[in-house]
């Protein structure tokens, strides 16, 4: 009769970790508020300090404990930067080999906010759009001038939908932005023009405040157009 092995025992670095998150959890303890010493963890968890060090190491590179040197340790607010290097480094390895992995991405984040737009119409007069008005107004005068500054790009976007109320619509698309920014000299230059740029974005808000879902989503397959044929021409 076959013996069923053993699952492998957690290395003590390994309990140490989920020990401090299930304080944070039952202690019912939130972003930015103070987590115990080390000492104290080291009691109340029974390890090491070097396992509590090796613990919380790991847990601040995924956002979970923010450490301030000569402040203490406090419960980390939510961050997406681990995942955008890793995309980041993924995708530039893929736009090396052809397998275009950023191609993904991209067409990951157009579901995303062609999904996002139709939601922000079934808001109706709730979803307050007036501050996009001026982040059009400011994208037309950059668009006169020059490139379209990668801020105001951003902002767009994130005024865009924040009146969904969902605090993650923000930091994804943040992400999906950073990875593409930061990949941004290996994709050459644009084949948009400035002007194009304001345009597409225009065109979304003006969809949106019509109320037109047919063209909203059309709006938002059109802003990513530029972006596909950038990529698209690397292995072209």
């Known amino acids: 009769m076959a013996t069923v092995p053993r699952p492998a025992r957690l290395s003590r670095a390994v309990e140490a970790q989920e020990g401090v998150k299930d304080l944070i959890v039952t202690r019912g303890l939130v972003a930015g508020d103070p ?12 390890v090491s300090r070097n396992s509590i060090r090796e613990a919380l190491k790991a847990l601040q590179a995924v ?25 980041t480094f993924h995708s530039r390895i893929t736009l090396q080999n052809g397998k275009n992995h950023l191609a993904h991405l991209i067409e990951i984040r157009e ?38 500054s990668p801020e105001t790009d951003r902002l767009f976007h994130d005024l ?9 619509v923000s930091q994804l698309l943040g992400a999906f ?13 644009p084949d948009e023009t400035p002007r ?33 044929n ?6 072209g």
């Open 35 to 46: 987590l115990p010493t080390e000492s104290e963890l080291m009691e109340e968890l029974r």
């Open 63 to 87: 956002g979970i404990v923010e450490i301030r040197h000569g402040f203490g340790m406090f419960v980390g607010r939510m961050s997406l930067a681990g995942l955008v290097d890793e995309l």
């Open 111 to 148: 579901i995303l906010e062609s999904g996002l737009v139709q939601r922000l119409i079934d808001l109706g007069p709730e979803a307050d759009l007036t501050p996009i008005a001026d982040v059009i107004t400011r994208m037309d005068a950059e668009a006169q001038a020059g490139p379209v």
């Open 160 to 168: 865009l939908y924040r009146p969904l109320g969902n605090p993650l």
């Open 177 to 189: 932005w950073d990875v593409y920014y930061q990949l941004r000299d290996a994709l050459g230059t």
């Open 196 to 228: 194009d740029v304001a345009k597409r974005h225009r065109d979304i808000y003006t969809a949106v405040i019509a109320g037109d879902r047919t063209a909203a989503v059309a709006a938002v397959q059109a802003h990513f157009d530029g972006v596909r």
């Open 230 to 235: 950038r990529v698209a021409r690397i292995h």
